[in-house]
Structure formats: structure tokens, C-alpha cells
């Protein structure tokens, strides 16, 4: 009895990092490249052509198609507890009131509620900028975007 069919082989043709989506975090992978091949008696004898390639990631073990290396690892939305709880600090350190809001609201909280926070941490006493009319805490003294006193 003669036993024979196909079996495909692969090899790895390149490695390197890139974005996995099944980890969503930037990940070792392989890239690997399959061969189709006669077979007699299960040993691989003749190749019959490339089968394809594939990513493998190296940690998942998932497959992908090549095209996954073209992609661009997804922003991580911004750090809502962070946000608040180093609000005092980066307020008092001369970061713009306008700015903090905006960032408040980018990660989910109702504006309103970003200004009442801002209020609760630095009071509603505030220094506008004579130049760019950017607002700041009332311990800053000096625009830090633009260097104008704050004062008076």
C-alpha cells in the first residue's frame, strides 16, 4: 500500500513588533510563509507552491494576514480618574482652566461637571491672560503659553 496526498509546511520569513488586535497592545509576531508539498508516506518530497502568508503573533498565537503589520495601534482613551485626581496640581502648575476642561470632556464627563470639578479643586477665583485670554488658576502669575504677567 502506497500512501500519499499533500502537506503544507511553513517557515518564517520575517519577524519583528507590530499591533496585535486580538491583544490590542503592540506584540511580537512572525511572519510565516506556507508551502504546499507532495508527500509519500507523510515526509514532504516535491513543492507544490507558496499556500501564503500569514502574520503570527507571538504571544496570542493568533493568525492574520499580512496587512495587519500596516496598522496603527488605536488611541487609548484619556485616564478619567487620572484626570481628576492630578486636575489640582497641573491647575495650579499653570495649565490652562480651557484646556483641562477639554480634556475632562474628552474622556466622558459632562462639561458642566468638568467646570464644577475644576471649581471644587481650584476655587472660582481665576487669572485670564491679556494676551491669548487663556484662564488659570489664581496662583499663577505668568501666561506660561505666552509669557504675559498675569497680574493686574
Not at 520575517?14 to 510565516?32: M, V
Not at 481628576?84 to 497641573?90: L, P
Amino acid at each position: 500500500m502506497i500512501i500519499f496526498g499533500t502537506s503544507a509546511r511553513t517557515k518564517t520569513i520575517g519577524e519583528g513588533l507590530f499591533y496585535c488586535p486580538n491583544c490590542q497592545e503592540t506584540r511580537r509576531y512572525e511572519l510565516k510563509q506556507a508551502r504546499q508539498f507532495f508527500s509519500l508516506y507523510f515526509i514532504p518530497l516535491i513543492p507544490l507552491g507558496e499556500a501564503g502568508r500569514f502574520v503570527l503573533c507571538q504571544t496570542c498565537g493568533m493568525a492574520f494576514q499580512p496587512d495587519v503589520l500596516n496598522m496603527k495601534p488605536q488611541e487609548k482613551p484619556p485616564d478619567l480618574a487620572g484626570l481628576i485626581n492630578t486636575a489640582k496640581a497641573r491647575l495650579e502648575g499653570g495649565y490652562p482652566v480651557e484646556y483641562l476642561v477639554r480634556d475632562l470632556t474628552a474622556a466622558g464627563l459632562d462639561r458642566e461637571v468638568a467646570w464644577a470639578t475644576i471649581n471644587a479643586v481650584v476655587g472660582v477665583g481665576r487669572r485670564t491672560c491679556p494676551n491669548c485670554r487663556l484662564s488659570y488658576a489664581a496662583t499663577v502669575t505668568v501666561c506660561p503659553e505666552c509669557g504675559h504677567s498675569l497680574d493686574g
